[in-house]
């Protein structure tokens, strides 16, 4: 088996952030493994720096091409001199996946959860005072811009406008922002999805703004929204890492139902 950088990009990833093993006789692929850097500050100021691998191929070759992954993203994460965790997606029912990276130290901490409202747990909630409330479908050109830049901001990604329309099509789009005299307080957006359920899909407060019942207060408004609408089922997905969300959307009626995702990784630094 042979061991080298890929001759192109893969998983989107230029040759030197991947690895590759080749059987030594046909030449074939056996597997690969690439390393995706996500830094991201603003929801992981912890460990700003996170490295996501991804592994396709063989059992055999897995070892191998993790390995060398492992080792490329730990030294990206030296060169950067920050914080880092080192992570990979892992299916909540794939127990050999998860047992094959606990022998490289990977601790499941973290994941992606189904959190489901109880519409009888919606807490009554109040704007700050001083604060107005706008309400729209995100129509006003300068607003969609605005929007862009907020939400790439915040993800560390490159959205752009043909993302835009495809993402505020949705059905039943809403948009509910709490406004102060300074600028925007806080900022939900939630749709309808097949099978009548409701969703909120982006939720944000600004600093200044943080534990002074904004977000609750949104989550409740868009409940109210789905429930005059008739829908019996509103979900948020929310990740583990984010406690603070987890928490708020707990404290605003929601109840942890289901787990999507695992992303057992490694801290470094």
Not at 18 to 41: T, Y
Not at 244 to 269: H, I, K, N
Request: negative net charge.
């Amino acid at each position: 088996m042979i061991l080298r950088n890929p001759r192109e990009f893969l998983f989107d990833e230029p040759a030197e952030n991947g690895f590759e093993a080749i059987d030594e006789k046909s030449g074939e692929r056996l597997g690969c493994c690439v390393v995706h850097p996500e830094p991201n500050p603003a929801l992981f100021p912890a460990r700003p720096n996170n490295y996501r691998l991804e592994f396709a191929g063989e059992f055999a070759a897995f070892g191998r091409t993790v390995g060398a992954a492992m080792a490329l993203a730990r030294s990206m994460a030296a060169q950067e001199g920050l914080p880092a965790r080192i992570y990979a997606a892992c299916p909540p029912e794939d127990e050999w996946l998860l047992a094959a990276l606990e022998q490289y130290g990977f601790q499941d901490n973290d994941g992606l959860v189904r959190m489901e409202l109880d519409f009888e747990r919606l807490p009554e909630t109040r704007m700050p005072a001083g604060c107005v409330l706008v309400e729209d479908e995100l129509t006003d050109a300068e607003e969609r811009q605005f929007f862009l830049e907020r939400y790439n901001q915040l993800f560390q990604s490159a959205r752009d406008e043909d993302w835009l329309a495809e993402y505020t099509a949705a059905d039943g789009f809403r948009r509910i922002l709490c406004v102060a005299p300074t600028g925007l307080a806080g900022e939900l957006t939630c749709w309808r999805e097949d099978g009548g359920v409701g969703r909120i899909g982006y939720l944000h407060t600004a600093r200044r703004w943080r534990n002074m019942g904004v977000a609750r207060h949104l989550l409740r408004l868009a409940g109210e929204y789905f429930e005059d609408a008739g829908l019996e089922v509103v979900v948020a997905d929310a990740r583990a890492r984010i406690p603070m969300l987890l928490r708020t959307l707990e404290s605003a009626g929601f109840c942890q139902t289901s787990l999507l995702m695992r992303y057992p990784g490694v801290d470094v630094g």
